[in-house]
């Protein structure tokens, strides 16, 4: 019977590997740039445009999964925020309302998670992939965390102003979000999607303190991980040392490291958590030659291991990356673990 990268997922968040350790690249955008005739923006309006993009380039490139999203800001847009695609990649213009009374969150709209703006084109790109995949593939869909999409609805300052002189409208706030991305992360599920990435960069330890963190974040991430029963792999950006145990305790299956973190050193303090991480996708995949990146994915393997360990990068990979880097971190992941699977075996 064949071995599906499904399979080979789940047995890694098991901690029993069967051949190699799984590689999920954070590679939906440079998929839809380098897979594609048609704009960024064009695949990201279009469904059949993102399926086609994802397949091409898994196949190619052979890691084990596929993305159901070209960017993520297809949630504030629900929101009634303004996306602006530029050369740089896209950005959102966050609703211009000033929160400062419960009352006031009933002007934040509450979208239908099945039509709301381009919605529907990521719910049937899942449909698509999850229909390619037949169960076999991981078909990873993408919302970005309570507080992260709260600062892109509402402008990034003023949140963090309420954080100290305004928390429980804040909390009132985040609360009307999470319920939104819980119906939204449930119809992903409901198109295929069975396996959730979670990013939450605006909750780094650069932004907000640990306290206030387990205060208002892991609540609202938790209460999301337990509702929607599929594997949740949960990103922040930075050095997240400080926040690992919170980050744990949210029930993420996967807990996703940037870069300049030390796998070992995260392993040391979470030792029952499976770690992704986290080939560098700028110095590396990026700008680095294919020596750079085998050494850096060398790296990776050898900090995280081969038991409950996902290979990763760091971050998104930026659309730009020159496609034999990541033909190199495919390659170096597969043949490093099968070498190192044979010696042991």
């Not at 960024?40 to 999964?65: F, R, T």
């Not at 009634?80 to 896209?90: A, H, I, N, Q, T």
């Not at 979000?177 to 992903?188: C, H, M, N, V």
Request: proline share 8%.
């Amino acid at each position: 019977m064949t071995y599906t990268d499904m399979q080979r997922f789940k047995d890694a968040l098991e901690g029993t590997p069967q051949d190699r350790v799984p590689i999920f690249p954070l590679i939906a955008g440079w998929a839809a740039t380098n897979f594609s005739d048609f704009s960024p923006l064009e695949v990201a309006s279009d469904p059949q445009l993102m399926v086609k993009a994802q397949i091409e380039a898994k196949e190619s490139m052979g890691y084990d999964a596929v993305f159901s999203y070209v960017h993520p800001l297809y949630i504030p847009e629900a929101f009634g925020c303004k996306v602006r695609f530029l050369e740089s990649g896209p950005l959102v213009d966050p609703l211009p309302l000033e929160i400062t009374s419960v009352k006031d969150i009933d002007n934040v709209p509450q979208p239908d998670a099945n039509r709301e703006a381009t919605l529907p084109v990521i719910l049937e790109a899942t449909r698509g992939l999850s229909a390619y995949g037949n169960g076999e593939i991981p078909v990873v869909g993408l919302f970005e965390g309570p507080f992260t999409t709260t600062c892109r609805v509402i402008e990034a300052e003023l949140i963090m102003r309420m954080i100290y002189k305004n928390q429980p409208v804040l909390e009132r706030l985040m609360d009307k979000i999470t319920d939104f991305l819980l119906d939204f992360g449930q119809a992903l599920i409901e198109r295929g999607a069975n396996v959730l990435l979670i990013p939450e960069p605006t909750a780094s330890a650069s932004m907000i303190s640990p306290p206030m963190f387990r205060r208002i974040v892991l609540p609202r991430l938790r209460k999301i991980v337990n509702e929607l029963r599929v594997p949740c792999i949960l990103h922040i950006c930075g050095d997240t040392i400080s926040l690992l145990e919170s980050m744990a305790h949210t029930g993420a299956s996967v807990l996703s490291l940037d870069q300049c973190m030390d796998l070992a050193e995260a392993q040391a303090v979470i030792p029952k958590a499976v770690l992704g991480g986290n080939v560098d996708p700028v110095n590396s995949l990026l700008m680095g030659t294919t020596e750079q990146v085998e050494a850096d994915t060398l790296r990776s393997l050898s900090k995280g291991g081969r038991s409950r360990f996902i290979l990763m990068s760091g971050c998104g990979i930026p659309p730009k990356t020159p496609v034999e880097n990541i033909e190199a971190m495919v390659r170096t992941a597969t043949r490093s673990t099968e070498s190192q699977k044979n010696s042991t075996g």
